[in-house]
């Protein structure tokens, strides 16, 4: 078996060591864009298409821009979208009502969707209101529950990001850019809600150099 095929007969599990030395294994990759508090929202924010060695690890962990270096490759079973719990929910649903998101692999869309209709499955939880003055501010909302049953997998429709071909996925305006209002004051317990913080995950398994 060559890396980045994988039969339709046969998906393997745990650490499995294949020709030209490939550890074949479940592995997530993520990418974070964000934007400020007061400002308006782009037509286009792309993802993927930075490194961990360029915008640091807890932005993405990607080694190479919109590729998967050779001889590595992925196979893709579920995208999601995690919105940060510190943005205000009303640019959370703004958002996820004004834009849509594609995933490109080479020249074609192979996935697109609304935000919401691909949570990510992660995310903190358990926020209690106060008798504080802002206790209006102490709440959040996630993209779907924060648990990894509440994702949509495509473990039968796998998508494959073959070694040093482009992929790329592009969450486009289609309707009206949001306006994210103003960083809102917090108690000293909290931290300041406002803009936009939103991640994208990728799940499945890859095929990793072992050398």
Not at 171 to 178: D, E, R
């Amino acid at each position: 078996m060559t890396p980045g095929t994988y039969p339709s007969n046969s998906i393997p599990s745990g650490n499995v060591f294949v020709q030209d030395m490939i550890d074949r294994g479940p592995r997530l990759i993520w990418h974070r864009q964000t934007a400020a508090a007061g400002t308006t929202t782009g037509p286009l924010y792309a993802y993927f298409n930075t490194t961990a060695g360029a915008s640091g690890k807890n932005i993405t962990n990607l080694l190479q821009a919109n590729r998967v270096p050779p001889p590595e490759a992925m196979m893709l079973m579920s995208l999601g979208f995690r919105f940060a719990v510190n943005m205000l929910p009303a640019d959370t649903i703004a958002f996820i009502d004004a834009y849509y998101f594609e995933l490109v692999i080479g020249r074609k869309i192979f996935i697109e969707g609304i935000l919401d209709q691909y949570p990510a499955g992660c995310g903190l939880s358990g926020w209690a209101a106060t008798n504080h003055a802002t206790t209006a501010l102490i709440q959040s909302t996630n993209n779907g529950d924060p648990s990894l049953l509440a994702q949509r997998r495509f473990n039968d429709w796998p998508r494959i990001i073959p070694a040093n071909v482009y992929f790329e996925v592009d969450v486009k305006l289609g309707g009206t850019a949001v306006a994210l209002a103003a960083s809102v004051a917090s108690t000293v317990v909290s931290p300041a809600y406002g803009g936009l913080n939103l991640r994208v995950d990728g799940d499945g398994l890859y095929d990793a150099s072992v050398q």
